[in-house]
């Protein structure tokens, strides 16, 4: 086996894309992006200069519809990114490898690349009976999350789970399930929230921080801005019905067969700040409200206990009204980003994430 | 010691002991410990469940029609099942009829689950159990090619596609990054295919990898994305415009439905050329491979599953019943709302019941969480080396059929199927088992287990295509109803009721028991199919299907645990389903420790 691996590049050569191909493919990613036709070059770049990142995909408490939304990307496919991409070298989800040959991995690692790996993180950590509602080798999760944490480049909280909590966090919290930046407080962490996130958000966010090795820029409350800085309510579709007062009324009626606004019928999108009415789901075809019900708010923190589903926002003190509905809603959120002070520490340490030694400016 | 369980087993734990903490490659938090004799033989096992969330005690108090939301999330891999099995609770203790529509298009939503979750399983979470990655190195494509000729219609086997797939695969080696393969049990003296073998189904892991993605469209169609798709209690909210103006912008139209046409084509070929093929091939290499039965063919259970009509949970694709003691002569049936059937116990389940030597029904379910540790543990109490299985092991509770320990999921499907005489289950498991040559018997071992989740993938592949002709010939003939909103305010709802849903999960038999007081949840509780396969010890010392299918399995090499693992995975475990609690008082349950 080689000493020092591949590229990006080297390995996708090897594997027989043509240098054509492979510059359709830096295009293809800077168009999934969002990014403008110059940006391809420089995607080729990086992908020419550098090994694939090292990533340690850890799971606490959760349900596992984060990495079943990971498999589903179609740009990039999931196995580009799992096989060209990065090296996934830890994932209980997929590993071929169970047990102590599993766990060596997670020592193997972090001493092999400190300071270089990424560690993902789906599903949070119980703080209960001494962390004992998630054991995983005959220890606490959190103990491992801490530990894997310790000598990483960044970590991603994939998810609503390790972003605010999710189900399990739900009142009355019985396992005293925590978001990982509550156990994990000196390193940055991206949230890319949902429940679980779309797909193309989770492979955008890799594909960002490999292509410009950098964090993608995050908002006060540590989401990635290109993806979460609008309310699904901003872009959607059957948003003209909204402005003309045109709403479902119950279920199935004339106006869910019009396609007329959910908001009666209990809506979030008006809450909710997620790229769903954009990028769509599934390769883009449905959202939520696009299938006729409304909006649940997975991607917002205590979205469970936000009252119940079909209530409609304005009976539950929101501040959301029918026409001054931006701004409210928007102050609303942005007074309670400055609450949280974890949200905070992560957005300056984000500012301090350097490259890797040796890279030099590749940019 | 030698112990014989009054189910049959002998249990031996004087050998070596040998931990496997994580099991990978499954859904959730599972750890296996087990005793080897001196020929490496597997004559004790203890399968433990090591997570707990305590969604039901969450439910508590909520709104039951938000209920289907929160108890989806219990598993995001069976993703919809456990929502389909939520509003068919709710509907059920609320008398809420639903229209036809919602019937066919919730069959297709779990028909579609069916398919996915059987092909990501097969090849992404259970392939490696039986394919060495790295042999494929060495495989020549020419014979590759001809071998994938000579079983599959399916277009890429050409020498020159197996060949840039042997490179691509050469070159990931030669990077020194062997990602999820790394560690791998590669060159295992248990791994059995030719090289040629290796090679093809390599090629279909990441084949499969790439097309499971389509398959799921169909829930984003109807339900507006995968994972977790939206369900309504009452029907569907996914309305059907197919004539009217602004039909573009409703949920269901002429545009989504060539969608779900094409996908659901696609689907059916892809697993009758490429799934069921593949599966045939290895089937072929590991036939003498026969361990792993434990209760299968002995003891299996089905809730059924597919209402052929709206509101008639009677009349169903898949049957329901139970068999015990092998007699397969017997299809028994199954009443998920008598006291003495379904029954969950905890003395070996880190839960308390007052009297732990009586088993409780769902509807009268007690659970408080207890984390307690055996007096032969080895380890402490964060640092646990060695588990005491005399004593509460597992956040699993033990599910039993009439005190029965009882096997669910495709198998058990199959076998109930078949010992009913229904030629649709019948007709392919002798045409596979004549195939390969083998006896019936050999249908109740682990690699029966992954063969009859393959024949019900194509057989639900195919079931798909009649629900939406079915969906089709419904809206030809006028009737878009979609969802029933009579009884949608709770204003219109009894003070006092209580409702069972069910469905056959991919991993088998699921039930969900809802108590409604006062328009809220007062009561939850499911029993889900890894607390059936899953389950630890009863009090009269019962095996579990997990522990009872591991024994008498030997090991090859006994620092892998690959045997354990394939074991285990024909089972398809999902560990965080399993593992659940409610407080029926709503009294304090829990110790908190903030760290």
């Known amino acids: 086996m080689a000493d020092r691996p591949q590229t990006f590049y080297e390995l996708m050569r090897a594997q027989g894309t043509s240098r054509r191909s492979f510059l359709k493919f830096c295009s293809l990613t800077a168009a999934a992006l969002g990014l403008e036709p110059v940006y391809a070059d420089k995607i080729a770049h990086a992908m020419e200069t550098k090994p694939r990142l090292p990533v340690l995909w850890l799971h606490g408490l959760e349900c596992t519809c984060c990495s079943e939304s990971f498999i589903r990307s179609g740009n990039p496919l999931s196995s580009d990114v799992i096989l060209k991409m990065i090296s996934l070298d830890y994932d209980d989800t997929l590993m071929a490898a169970a047990g102590h040959d599993a766990e060596s991995i997670l020592d193997d690692i972090p001493n092999k690349y400190p300071g270089e790996y990424v560690l993902a993180v789906e599903g949070n950590p119980p703080l209960n009976e001494d962390g004992m509602y998630c054991i995983i080798g005959g220890k606490p999760f959190v103990e491992r999350l801490q530990q894997v944490a310790k000598n990483a480049r960044a970590v991603i909280a994939w998810g609503a789970c390790a972003s605010w909590g999710c189900v399990q966090a739900a009142k009355p919290n019985p396992t005293q399930a925590v978001p990982i930046d509550k156990v994990i407080t000196d390193k940055p962490i991206i949230k890319v929230p949902g429940c679980p996130p779309i797909a193309e958000v989770m492979t955008g966010v890799i594909s960002y921080i490999l292509t410009f090795d950098r964090l993608p820029e995050l908002d006060s409350r540590g989401r990635p801005a290109m993806f979460y800085g609008q309310r699904i309510h901003d872009k959607c579709y059957r948003r003209p019905h909204f402005d003309a007062g045109e709403f479902v009324q119950s279920w199935d009626d004339e106006g869910a067969h019009q396609g007329y606004c959910l908001y009666k019928m209990g809506c979030k999108g008006p809450t909710t700040y997620n790229a769903c009415s954009t990028v769509r789901w599934n390769g883009g075809v449905s959202f939520p409200i696009q299938s006729g019900h409304g909006c649940i708010g997975c991607s917002e923190e205590n979205f469970w206990d936000n009252g119940p589903f079909y209530s409609r926002l304005a009976n539950i003190g929101a501040g959301f009204g029918v026409e001054a509905t931006a701004d409210t809603v928007g102050a609303t959120a942005a007074v309670a980003a400055l609450a949280g002070v974890a949200a905070h520490a992560g957005a300056s340490a984000i500012k301090h994430f350097t490259r890797k030694p040796g890279d030099g400016d590749k940019q | ?595």
């Not at chain 2, 839960?351 to 009268?364: A, I, M, N, R, T």
């Open chain 2, 1 to 595: 010691m030698t112990v014989q369980t009054p189910n049959g087993f002998t249990l031996d734990n004087s050998g070596r002991r040998m931990v496997v903490d994580p099991v990978t490659r499954i859904e959730g938090h599972m750890r296996c410990e087990v005793n080897l004799d001196s020929d490496n033989v597997i004559r004790n096992a203890v399968s433990t469940g090591t997570m707990w969330r305590g969604l039901e005690i969450i439910l508590k108090g909520r709104d039951p029609r938000d209920a289907w939301a929160f108890c989806e999330r219990i598993c995001g891999v069976c993703t919809g099942t456990h929502a389909l099995t939520s509003v068919r609770a709710v509907e059920n203790a609320l008398g809420i009829q639903i229209p036809e529509n919602a019937n066919i298009i919730r069959n297709m939503m779990q028909l579609t689950l069916w398919a996915h979750d059987h092909l990501v399983h097969f090849y992404h979470l259970h392939a490696l159990d039986w394919v060495d990655v790295i042999s494929a190195l060495k495989a020549d494509p020419k014979a590759t090619s001809a071998l994938a000729q000579s079983i599959s219609p399916w277009g890429k086997s050409s020498p020159g596609y197996f060949s840039d797939v042997q490179a691509r695969l050469q070159r990931f080696v030669d990077s020194g990054q062997l990602g999820p393969f790394m560690n791998g049990y590669w060159g295992n003296p248990a791994y059995v295919l030719p090289p040629e073998a290796n090679l093809m189904a390599v090629a279909h892991y990441l084949e499969a990898l790439d097309f499971q993605r389509e398959i799921v469209k169909i829930h984003t169609v109807f339900g507006g994305k995968n994972p977790h798709p939206n369900w309504l209690v009452g029907g569907m909210a996914c309305a059907i415009n197919m004539d009217a103006p602004m039909g573009a912008g409703a949920p269901v139209n002429v545009v989504q439905l060539n969608l779900v046409a094409d996908i659901i084509g696609r689907t059916i070929a892809f697993i009758d050329q490429v799934y069921i093929p593949d599966l045939k091939a290895i089937a072929s290499f590991y036939k003498n491979w026969d361990y792993g039965q434990g209760l299968a063919g002995q003891n299996v259970l089905a809730y059924g599953e597919f209402p052929l009509h709206a509101n008639d949970y009677t009349n169903l694709m898949i049957p329901r019943g139970a068999i015990v003691n092998g007699n397969l002569n017997e299809v028994m049936d199954v009443d998920l709302t008598d006291p003495d059937q379904v029954q969950e116990f905890v003395d070996h389940s880190w839960y308390k019941y007052p009297d732990e030597s009586k088993g409780l029904h769902p509807w009268d379910g007690i659970t408080e969480p207890n984390f307690e540790l055996g007096p032969n543990t080895v380890g402490t109490k964060t640092n646990i080396q060695q588990l005491d299985e005399g004593a509460k092991y597992s956040y699993i509770k033990a599910a039993r059929w009439r005190g029965h320990a009882m096997e669910v999921g495709p198998l058990s499907r199959f076998t109930i199927g078949y010992a009913k005489g229904i030629s649709e289950f019948k007709d392919p498991v002798d045409k596979l088992l004549t195939d390969l040559g083998l006896p019936f018997g050999a249908l109740f071992t682990t690699l029966g287990r992954t063969a009859a989740r393959g024949l019900e993938a194509s057989w639900a592949a195919h079931k798909l295509k009649d629900c939406y002709n079915q969906l089709i010939a419904n809206i030809a003939a006028g009737d878009t109803a979609t969802a029933n909103t009579e009884n949608w305010e709770s204003a219109t709802w009894p003070a006092s009721v209580k409702g069972v849903g069910f469905t056959e999960a991919p991993r088998g038999a699921l039930g969900h028991w809802v108590h409604i007081e006062n328009s809220k949840i007062a009561s939850y509780q499911a029993v889900v199919p890894t607390t059936w396969n899953g389950s630890p010890r009863d009090p009269a010392g019962n095996v579990g299907a997990f522990e009872a299918a591991l024994l008498g399995t030997p090991l090859a090499n006994p620092n892998q645990p690959l045997e354990i693992l394939r074991t285990l995975h024909s089972f398809d475990p999902c560990l965080a389903c399993s593992t659940h609690v409610m407080a029926p008082d709503g009294g304090e349950l829990i110790r908190v420790q903030v760290r």
